[in-house]
């Protein structure tokens, strides 16, 4: 089993980056759950695929939220949050 995982980066600007190995892409909020869907249905059956959050501390908690909604209305079963620590 191989275990792959992507990110999604919610900035304080309102922009999400949606980040895999081969590239970085600008997404709105409606084409989250689209771009991680197509991704992890081409990480193949075998694979062990998730999604993971990260924010800017100065993103609101709803739009972390709706992302993590869109995640899950297409399917995605493994979604986490990156926490940073100190500060």
């Known amino acids: 089993n191989v275990f792959n995982f992507v990110s999604?980066?919610?900035t304080k600007d309102g922009s999400?980056?949606?980040k895999t190995p081969e590239a970085t892409r600008s997404l709105n909020q409606r084409e989250i759950g689209e771009a991680a869907s197509?991704?992890?249905k081409a990480q193949g059956a075998d694979s062990a695929?998730?999604?993971v959050i990260s924010a800017d501390k100065g993103v609101q908690?709803?739009?972390v939220v709706k992302a993590m909604d869109a995640l899950q209305k297409a399917g995605?079963?493994?979604v986490g949050l990156s926490v940073k620590q100190g500060g």
């Open 61 to 63: 908690y709803e739009t």
């Open 8 to 10: 999604l980066l919610l």
């Open 76 to 78: 995605v079963q493994r």
């Open 16 to 18: 999400l980056q949606f």
């Open 38 to 40: 197509r991704w992890q």
């Open 49 to 51: 695929s998730a999604v």
